[in-house]
């Protein structure tokens, strides 16, 4: 049976959406509220105000695609799916940053992991980064909401083969697990959530916000790029948007430019901060872009002598937050420690060393598991994260230092999981690292982990959660925005998305994004609703 | 790190740097069949392709044109990075003082591409060190992106909807 399109029904029923690409001239659009960015804090931001009536335009930078694009490819879905590509590092290259950019941004591309926000994490920004009115409490019927929306329940089905190496392994060890919540309905247990959803169970915004917005007279503006605002140092005027060709590569030459009452800027880490530096936005303090965090990632090899097929199954069900909070919210990094799906490109390079020795590494692929760290980056004062700087030709990068207090980290995270991946009955474990090979027993692996050089690209580093730059707290010296995503400086504009964060958030970020946009929206809509 | 290592790092940064700001004068067009990858950037990859890949079935072609989809993906200025690194291993200038290949690559030998890498990975510089990284990633992801890599990896590739 053919798997329907909904999102393409909807464009034929008449949705209004506007393709940069195919523009034959500049053009000018009014609306009551644009919203730059169609990931997780754009599209339930612009859900939200259409709902309440009033006119709203979602811009998005990279390409529209939906179900009857995404063919489970790697090769089409990082060219097409991911920022730069998926070239996108961090400045000196050590550091991979997997970000999405099409319509739906990074919950394109997730893997659908939903966590609720740690209530140690929101008690910290209430006492370390004033931020007011978002305690545990404030937040749970957001969360709530979101879950009941989403259809985020923890996985039911039994977890995958991959998954399942963490579980024994703590359940051994007698460290604490639990399955994940995902926000997944029908779900295929396919194993593909990060090439796009083929059967539209995945509940990202392409399925869900974005449709209700456009059913509610909301407009779509894709393969536009928000370039700058135009402003007087108190308001907004304007945005102007390029046009990129169909690939979402290279401007057209066409201009958009774009005239709203309010602005919601959502394009997430690094794009959020990076269109307020190009926008010369005030920033009386130099905290604009400045701690940006990416819950550093290290990953461990292994390899088992049952058949693990570790590209099959639902990516994300277990995860032990064991190491995460156990040497106090502030003390030395915390981890969370997870499992990624292994396909065979992204497979060939975590998996180190080349020639005959990555094609050996390669032909045991259905013996693989590999297990992850994602350490807590940005709540010691040691951890103060990135900053964003913008290139030559006004485009982001992110200039994030792995430091001493961060490689502690590493280390530590690298013995945990060699540990639980031989409590669950490898064979061998190698840490993903250019000096490491492949231990036969925890002791051999204990040795070599504590002897090996933790420096940039000897240890192979990932980011799949950008969050900060634009970090929200009552106090304008601190911080960008206030607690209610409102910028310091400028009145009609609000930043709803990762990018508020003072500190990580210890916990994959979706949910995060959409209750605490959610909340932030309730209230400008309302605020909105006064002044009109 | 002696006075002569010393030395053999300044030139080799400022040589670098230097190939950086002349990328202006090396060729921008592609290579016929080709989006992206052009005539000066194929010796070289000729060259690593059966030694990064050595021990798979890889063709040189498939993985040129795979590669040339993905860097045709790429953000401008990730492009430019990339063609950098690439004008680095082309020109006469930086070839030989920074890969140690004093020759052209059609004629280097695979010992000398090993040794190469392996140069490029210990280097203290950590622009050799990111380009190092950048050769393997994407010559690697090129291959194991094409449907033909799957079965040595036991790779069953995507089940149909």
């Not at chain 1, 931020?131 to 019927?141: R, S």
């Not at chain 1, 963490?166 to 926000?183: D, M």
């Not at chain 2, 045709?72 to 291993?89: C, G, I």
Request: hydrophobic share 40%; charged share 20%.
């Amino acid at each position: 049976m053919p798997v329907t399109d909904p999102f393409r029904q909807g464009l034929e029923r008449g949705w209004i959406t506007h393709d940069g690409s195919r523009l034959e001239q500049d053009l000018t659009l009014e609306t009551d509220v644009a919203v730059i960015g169609s990931g997780a804090g754009g599209a339930t931001s612009a859900q939200m105000l259409s709902a309440a009536g009033f006119k709203v335009l979602l811009i998005e930078e990279g390409p529209l695609k939906t179900s009857s694009d995404f063919h489970l490819l790697e090769n089409e879905a990082y060219a097409s799916l991911y920022q730069e590509g998926l070239g996108r590092m961090s400045k000196d290259g050590a550091i991979t940053i997997l970000q999405g950019r099409a319509v739906g941004g990074t919950t394109l591309i997730n893997w659908t992991s939903s966590f609720r926000t740690p209530a140690q994490t929101l008690a910290h920004w209430a006492t370390a980064h004033g931020v007011t009115g978002l305690g545990e409490q404030a937040m749970q019927p957001w969360f709530e909401r979101i879950e009941h929306d989403l259809g985020i329940t923890p996985w039911a089905l039994p977890a995958n083969a991959n998954n399942d190496v963490l579980r024994r392994g703590c359940e051994q060890l007698g460290y604490r697990w639990a399955v994940i919540p995902r926000n997944v309905r029908g779900c295929w247990n396919l194993g593909y959530c990060g090439m796009g959803c083929p059967v539209n169970a995945k509940q990202s915004m392409l399925v869900t916000r974005i449709p209700a917005t456009l059913e509610n007279g909301g407009e779509l503006l894709y393969l536009a790029r928000a370039e700058r605002f135009e402003h007087n140092g108190e308001r907004i005027a304007r945005l102007q948007c390029q046009a990129l060709d169909a690939q979402g590569v290279h401007p057209t030459g066409r201009q958009i430019s774009v005239r709203a009452r309010h602005y919601i800027v959502a394009g997430g880490g690094i794009n959020s901060p990076a269109l307020l530096l190009r926008s010369k936005a005030p920033d009386p303090h130099g905290r604009l872009g400045k701690r940006t965090f990416l819950h550093l990632v290290n990953f461990s090899a292994a390899r088992f002598d049952a058949r693990i097929d570790p590209y099959y199954g639902a990516p994300q069900s277990i995860y032990s937050d064991h190491f995460q909070w156990q040497d106090g919210v502030d003390g030395p990094v915390g981890y969370k420690l997870e499992v990624p799906p292994l396909h065979p490109a992204l497979a060939s390079t975590l998996l180190g060393g080349y020639g005959s020795e990555n094609a050996r590494r390669m032909a045991e692929l259905p013996h693989t598991h590999v297990m992850l760290a994602l350490l807590r980056d940005g709540f010691h004062p040691e951890s103060t994260g990135g900053a964003v700087e913008l290139r030559g030709d006004g485009s982001p990068v992110l200039d994030y230092p792995v430091t001493d207090y961060l490689r502690d980290g590493l280390r530590r995270a690298f013995h945990s999981m060699a540990q639980i991946q031989f409590a669950a009955g490898a064979a061998q474990v190698t840490p993903v690292h250019s000096d490491a090979r492949a231990a036969a027993n925890l002791d051999e692996a204990r040795r070599m982990i504590d002897a090996l050089r933790l420096e940039p690209f000897r240890t192979r580093l990932g980011s799949a959660h950008v969050m900060g730059g634009c970090a929200m707290g009552d106090d304008p010296r601190q911080a960008v925005c206030d607690s209610l995503g409102r910028h310091h400086q400028l009145e009609n504009l609000s930043v709803h998305d990762g990018s508020l964060f003072p500190t990580s958030i210890g916990a994959n970020p979706q949910l995060s994004v959409y209750a605490i946009s959610a909340k932030l929206c309730d209230a400008l809509a309302a605020r909105l609703a006064q002044s009109a | 790190m002696q006075r002569r290592d010393l030395l053999r790092f300044s030139l080799g940064a400022s040589l670098f740097l230097s190939t950086a700001s002349l990328v202006g004068c090396s060729a921008q067009t592609p290579a016929a069949g080709y989006q992206v990858l052009r005539d000066s950037d194929l010796p070289a990859l000729l060259a690593l392709i059966p030694v990064v890949l050595a021990g798979t079935a890889a063709s040189e072609e498939r993985v040129l044109h795979s590669l040339d989809h993905k860097l045709a993906a790429l953000s401008p200025e990730m492009l430019k990075l990339t063609r950098q690194l690439f004008d680095v291993l082309n020109l006469p200038l930086t070839r030989g003082p920074l890969t140690g290949v004093w020759g052209s690559w059609d004629q280097a030998s695979g010992a000398q591409v090993t040794a190469f890498l392996q140069r490029w990975q210990d280097s203290s510089l950590n622009l050799l060190r990111m380009g190092h990284a950048s050769l393997l990633q994407l010559l690697q992801m090129a291959w194991y992106e094409c449907p033909q890599a799957w079965a040595a990896c036991g790779y069953p590739g995507p089940p149909r909807i």
